[in-house]
C-alpha cells in the first residue's frame, strides 16, 4: 500500500508536458475555472490535513500530510506503519522510521512541480477530460510517467477551488483513490518537519 502511495506521487507530482489530448475544445467557462483553481492553490503557501487511501479492492490506509511551498512535502502513514515520505527540495526521500532506512529519487526525477511549485497550470498539461457538475468539477490529466502512461482525474469543490480528491488509473488499469480531508491552510510548520535524518542508512531503490 505504501509503494502504491509512492507510485501516485511519482505520477501526480510529475509535469505533464505536450499537446492536450482533449477531444474537443474547452469552453471559456471551463478554461476560466481551471485557471482559477490553480491561481488559488498556487496562493496557498501552507497546508496540512489528513488523508485516506483506497485501493480497487477496498484496501484503505490513513495517515497525515503537511506541504510547503515551495517543494516540501511529508506524507506520514497512521500506526502501526512506521514509513513516510518526505521532499525538501533535494530529493523525494521514503523512509522507514522502525528500520532506520531511506532511499531517495533524485528530484529532477520527481520535480513535484504539479503543486509544490509558485505556480499550477493544468492548461499546460495534457488534459483528457473535464467534467463539470453544480459543485464539483474532475480534470482527467494523461501522460507517459517513468512507469507508463497513467491517467490521474483530479476533483476540486467549484466554490472553494480546492483539491478535494483525485483518482489514479495505473498502467496495468487499477484505480486508486487519494482523498484529503480536515485540511488547514497558513499553518507553520515546523522545520523539522521536513528534516532527513542524516544517520538512516541509505539502500538502493526498490
Known amino acids: 500500500m505504501f509503494r502504491r502511495l509512492l507510485f501516485i506521487l511519482l505520477v501526480l507530482f510529475t509535469p505533464m508536458t505536450g499537446t492536450m489530448a482533449l477531444e474537443r475544445a474547452l469552453t471559456d467557462e471551463e478554461i ?11 496562493a496557498i503557501s501552507t497546508m496540512a490535513g489528513r488523508f485516506l487511501q483506497i485501493d480497487s479492492e477496498g484496501g484503505r490506509i490513513e495517515g497525515t500530510f503537511f506541504l510547503q511551498r515551495p517543494n516540501k512535502i511529508r506524507f506520514r502513514y497512521a500506526p502501526p506503519s512506521r514509513e513516510e515520505i518526505v521532499s525538501a527540495g533535494n530529493g523525494f526521500f521514503v523512509l522507514n522510521r522502525e528500520e ?6 533524485p528530484q529532477d ?3 513535484l512541480r504539479q503543486f509544490l ?10 488534459i483528457s477530460d473535464v ?3 453544480d459543485t464539483f468539477i474532475s480534470i482527467t490529466l494523461v501522460d507517459e510517467s517513468p512507469l507508463g502512461q497513467v491517467e490521474v482525474s ?9 483539491l478535494w480528491q483525485w483518482t489514479l488509473t495505473e498502467p496495468s488499469g487499477a484505480e486508486l483513490t487519494f482523498s484529503i480531508y480536515d485540511v488547514e491552510k497558513g499553518l507553520e510548520i515546523p522545520r523539522s518537519f521536513f528534516y532527513i535524518n542524516p544517520e538512516y542508512k541509505a539502500i538502493a531503490q526498490p
Open 154 to 162: 483530479l476533483i476540486f469543490d467549484i466554490e472553494s477551488k480546492e
Open 100 to 105: 532506520k532506512t531511506k532511499y531517495v529519487y
Open 131 to 133: 467534467v463539470m457538475t
Open 117 to 126: 511549485t509558485d505556480h499550477i497550470d493544468f492548461l499546460s498539461a495534457n
Open 32 to 42: 476560466a475555472l481551471i485557471k482559477a483553481i490553480g491561481e488559488h492553490n498556487s
Open 109 to 111: 526525477k520527481v520535480p
